[in-house]
Nanobody, 113 residues
């Protein structure tokens, strides 16, 4: 059974940083994309960033380029999203997903002063 569990969300002031983690278990594909996707009631789902296995190719939506960094640790089956210079518009429920087929439960990120 594939499980994805996000952690690391929270409340941060504008300009601050957070790192999200996604622990993956029970997954055996050898080539795939993993993504961070966020949801807000007003904008719906936004595909924020992705990373490809193998090879490490990455994707970032324009609004987070230069601020967010996606990475993975294959030895511990963890996916990360380092978020710097956070803005109020980054406030959302953040999910990790494997190609949209498997999803975590989400981690809330709130950027507010």
């Amino acid at each position: 059974q594939v499980q994805l569990v996000e952690s690391g969300g929270g409340l941060v002031q504008p300009g601050g940083s957070l790192r999200l983690s996604c622990a993956v278990s029970g997954f055996t594909w050898t080539t795939y994309w993993m993504y961070w996707v966020r949801h807000t009631p007003g904008k719906g789902l936004e595909w924020v960033s992705g990373i490809y296995t193998p090879g490490g190719g990455t994707y970032y939506r324009d609004s987070v380029k230069g601020r967010f960094t996606i990475s993975r640790d294959d030895t511990t089956n963890l996916l990360y999203l380092q978020m710097n210079n956070l803005k109020p518009e980054d406030t959302a429920l953040y999910y990790c997903t494997i190609q949209g087929d498997f999803w975590g439960q989400g981690a809330q990120v709130t950027v507010s002063s």
